[in-house]
């Protein structure tokens, strides 16, 4: 079997890093924050032997790809165009695995262009209908307050200041290793990044090495056009608009931690397991796993294996 081999793909007016082995039917794995392509290195060369073209990108202002200044250049229009890209590339369809955001890039994709999507698999963030009447940063302030560390991360240059009182691996550590299953919020007049616990102890999953691939790949970096996203969520509510209703007609398989960030105190779990969710995503099977939000590398043998399983429904072409 090949090793994975990297390039830059120039898509959607920028260029995007990519990691990818194997060949076969196609399969684009989207991380999330604070994470790059090297989340996915369990699936890849596990999807790789089982016969199929995996390709895990760096979004958009993460790792080797691009990262322009601007928040506005990172809405949903912006990431699910880079994917359309990528997919031009290479010339057809996908299966799409995306984890938190690379699972709202997975929904919008579904949502925008159904037809390049021959399933989608998700981890951790469900799909949530458009609240026409309030837009979703906003409610989100209103909800939670200052210390939610979406609150915080929406003000330009805040979060970046925060994290700058540490060293790289220092933050890294402090997110991958999330272990409080209640929402992130700090106390009042704390960053997010102060309040957040580093491990004395590493989990058996993650080694220091591994850990340090991220820190060093965010300090070339920074964390700007990760935080972008965050920094764009009320122009996705004013630019998805048309959408306003609209379900996910493909196949899907939803994954989620039982010890997910704020699953059981959110009322996600209610929502995840009641009639909306599935109203909304019809084709739609849930698998919950012992385990909290950064599931691909956390149990990643059961994730793979989950992700396989629902490949092996669509009949080789």
Request: aromatic letters at 14%; zero cysteines; charged letters at 20%.
């Amino acid at each position: 079997m090949h090793e994975v081999s990297h390039q830059r793909v120039k898509t959607n007016g920028i260029w995007l890093h990519i990691a990818e082995q194997g060949t076969g039917p196609l399969v684009l794995l989207l991380h999330g924050f604070p994470e790059i392509w090297y989340s996915w290195r369990h699936q890849i060369s596990f999807l790789a032997n089982h016969g199929y073209h995996v390709v895990a990108p760096d979004l958009r202002g993460y790792g080797d790809s691009d990262s322009p200044v601007s928040p506005t250049s990172y809405t949903v229009m912006h990431l699910v165009g880079d994917i359309i890209g990528l997919l031009d590339h290479f010339g057809e369809q996908a299966f799409m695995v995306g984890h938190d955001w690379g699972a709202v890039i997975g929904w919008h994709l579904a949502l925008f262009r159904p037809e390049r999507v021959k399933g989608l698999i998700n981890l951790s963030v469900p799909y949530y209908s458009r609240n026409p009447n309030a837009k979703f940063a906003e409610s989100l302030i209103r909800t939670y307050g200052d210390g939610f560390y979406i609150s915080q991360f929406l003000e330009p240059g805040r979060a970046e200041r925060a994290f700058a009182r540490y060293d790289y691996l220092t933050v890294i550590k402090k997110f991958l290793l999330i272990t409080q299953t209640d929402n992130l919020i700090a106390p009042p007049g704390m960053e997010i990044i102060d309040y957040l616990r580093t491990l004395s102890r590493l989990p058996p999953w993650i080694t220091e090495e591994e850990l340090q691939v991220y820190a060093d790949k965010f300090q070339e970096s920074g964390f700007t056009g990760a935080l972008n996203y965050y920094r764009a969520m009320d122009l996705n509510w004013e630019l998805t608009a048309p959408w306003q209703g609209s379900k996910i007609t493909v196949p899907v398989k939803f994954m989620v931690g039982k010890n997910d960030l704020g699953f059981e105190v959110s009322g996600v779990r209610q929502y995840v397991e009641g009639n909306i969710f599935r109203s909304l995503v019809p084709n739609l099977e849930i698998v919950f796993l012992d385990g909290h939000h950064f599931l691909q590398q956390e149990k990643h043998l059961e994730v793979s294996e989950e992700i396989l399983s629902f490949l092996r429904k669509f009949p080789a072409e």
